[in-house]
């Protein structure tokens, strides 16, 4: 199995603009996490699916943030508009269950000029 | 505020030491899980131990134990014998029940162990 994964791995952007990270979990994991790891904050999660479905996203910073997984194979989470503080790397990850071990992808560093 | 501190950026031991690692958690609530994870280079998040708030007994697992001290709110971990594969970060999390059926996990933002020969 190839993994988790994310793409792109960097994205530049300009503040106001809308940006959207992909991600293919393991096949066959039933749970997909969204985290955001700064230096500031450390690592928070930020929301989970099981079985395409939102379970938990009480750690989506604000309605500019949003997650969708139309499919077992397939998420994404959008940003718009984008600002200078959601800079940060986001990693997706998946597992088999809730506390079994996660699986991260390489992670998207991303940037908001 | 549902919280996990983990007051540790970094730790290092000695091979075959032994070393504890801090955690300190807030809630409210009675009924709740308590985790260590271990996130080495290669990224994987490896559940290494776990506890349930309700049991009075320490978790055990090989060279990796707890001490929870409920009333304190406090999870630490302690990893005897440590070996160089021990070297990674370490975050402390747990989960609660939410309204609706669904749970919530909340991470610390991680202890960087290192072990050195």
């Known amino acids: 199995d190839a993994g988790v994964i994310q793409s792109p791995r960097h994205e530049v952007t300009e503040m106001g603009q809308e940006v959207t990270l992909r991600c293919k979990p393991i096949s066959g994991h039933d749970y997909l996490f969204w985290y955001r790891q700064t230096m500031m904050r450390g690592l928070e999660l930020l929301i989970y699916f099981n079985n395409n479905v939102p379970i938990d996203d009480s750690g989506m910073p604000e309605d500019r943030f949003s997650a969708k997984m139309p499919n077992a194979s397939f998420s994404t989470l959008k940003i718009q508009p984008s600002e200078p503080r959601d800079s940060a790397v986001y990693f997706c990850?998946?597992?088999?269950?809730?506390?079994?071990?996660?699986?991260f992808g390489p992670g998207t560093r991303l940037l908001v000029l | 505020a549902q919280t996990v501190t983990q007051s540790q950026p970094e730790m290092s031991v000695q091979e075959a030491e032994t070393v504890t690692l801090s955690c300190t958690y807030d809630t409210s609530e009675s009924d709740y899980y308590l985790f260590w994870y271990k996130q080495p280079p290669s990224r994987q998040m490896i559940l290494v131990i776990r506890?349930?708030?309700?049991?009075?007994q320490n978790a055990t697992e090989n060279r990796f134990s707890v001490n929870f001290q409920k009333a304190a709110k406090s999870f630490s971990l302690k990893i005897s014998d440590s070996q160089l594969g021990d070297a990674a970060m370490y975050f402390c999390?747990?989960?609660?029940?939410?309204?609706?059926?669904?749970?919530?996990?909340?991470f610390g933002k991680g202890t960087k162990l290192t072990v050195n020969p």
């Open positions: 506890q349930e708030a309700y049991k009075q």
């Open positions: 990850a998946s597992s088999l269950g809730l506390q079994e071990t996660q699986y």
């Open positions: 999390a747990y989960r609660i029940p939410t309204q609706g059926g669904s749970e919530k996990l909340v």
